[in-house]
Structures are given as structure tokens and as C-alpha cells.
């Protein structure tokens, strides 16, 4: 296991494990689930038990591996890992999927790669259930110690944070891609929205 995917198991996951069980609640037995930006494999974890197919995509080598090994591991034999784009996927058919799934992913990504790789996710899914930062994000101590790690990160990944809160967050975004709202609700002191949707 890489230093990068150990220290992420040990930091990160912790802190997202009560919201990997929400979105896992919302999911329908045996269902089959795309989710975009995979990472460390943690959310395959949580939702396989209720997936017949699960496919993860991430652009980072690195973390399909980590992904791989920790589904290997815990014999999840339904669980596939690709390196690949999220904003092309040809080899996918429409509809293919029951749920496409992208949790904290969207906020870090330039505008027109954010849009392209939502509707590629609409596309190839019936139903869209996307996780990200509320927007605003409270006034809290959660909300500003959101605020500190997304800085932290600098960069590009910063610049995609603030632009994505200054359009509103999840909700412009999923209307722009022309979804319909089923539900909102948030999560992690309120730092989180989980979006349901569809066409």
C-alpha cells in the first residue's frame, strides 16, 4: 500500500465514515452503481454490500490501485476499478447504471470539466445521487475548517473550490445538466450536501 493511500485511510476515512453509511441507505438492494472520482476505494466499501455491479472511475493511478487491493481484500468481488476520464465514457451504454455516485469531487475540478463530467455521469446513470460542500458553507467550525483544508490544497484545486461556491454549489450545477431535484439533505455538521436526482 502506498504511503499517499495509508495516510489518507488513516486521516480522511475516519472523518467520512458516518456520511459513507448515508449515502450507502440510500441505495436500493443489488442495485449497480458508477461513481466518479473512486479514490481509495472507502465508498466501494461501504456501498457493496447493497451493489450487484459497482464500477469506480479515478484518474489517478495510484488510487485505483489502493481501491483494488482494499476490495481484494475484503472479497468484494463486484467491485471494478478503471483509470479513466469521468468526462468520456464510450465504453459505457446509456442508462447502464442504476445510481451514479460522486462524493467531494466536483468542487475541485475547472468549470467546463465539472459540467462535462456530470453529464457524462447523467448519461450513463438513471438516477444521480452527488455529494459535495454545501454552499454556502456554515459559519461554523466545521464550515471553516472546510474553508482551511480546501486553501491548504492551493492551486488549481483551490481555484475549482472557489469557483464552485461562487456559482452556488450542487444544485446550480445539477439544473444547468438538466436534472430534476428529488431530495437534498446535509451531512457532516452541515458541511455536505447529498443531492438526489434524475433526467
Not at 481484494?72 to 446509456?94: A, I, M, R, T, Y
Amino acid at each position: 500500500m502506498s504511503i499517499s493511500c495509508s495516510l489518507y485511510r488513516l486521516t480522511i476515512d475516519p472523518i467520512l465514515k458516518s456520511l459513507r453509511k448515508e449515502v450507502a441507505a440510500l441505495l436500493s438492494e443489488n442495485c449497480t452503481v458508477i461513481e466518479l472520482g473512486s479514490g481509495t476505494g472507502a465508498q466501494a466499501c461501504a456501498l457493496a454490500d447493497r451493489c450487484s455491479r459497482y464500477l469506480g472511475i479515478d484518474l489517478n493511478p495510484g488510487s485505483v490501485a489502493c481501491a483494488q487491493a482494499r476490495c481484494k481484500e475484503k472479497g468484494f468481488e463486484q467491485c471494478e476499478f478503471k483509470v479513466v476520464d469521468g468526462s468520456s465514457l464510450p465504453f459505457l451504454k446509456d442508462k447502464e447504471f442504476d445510481v451514479g455516485t460522486c462524493t467531494l469531487a466536483l468542487h475541485e475540478m475547472q468549470a467546463d470539466m465539472r459540467l462535462m463530467v456530470l453529464k457524462e455521469l447523467q448519461r450513463v446513470s438513471k438516477k444521480l445521487i452527488v455529494i459535495d460542500y454545501a454552499s454556502p458553507l456554515p459559519h461554523s467550525f466545521a464550515g471553516k475548517g472546510a474553508w482551511f483544508i480546501e486553501k491548504l490544497a492551493g492551486g488549481d484545486h483551490y481555484a475549482g473550490f472557489m469557483e464552485y461556491q461562487h456559482l452556488g454549489g450542487v444544485l446550480p450545477l445539477l439544473k444547468i445538466a438538466g436534472c430534476s431535484i428529488l431530495s437534498q439533505q446535509k451531512s457532516l455538521w452541515g458541511i455536505v450536501s447529498i443531492v438526489i436526482s434524475q433526467d
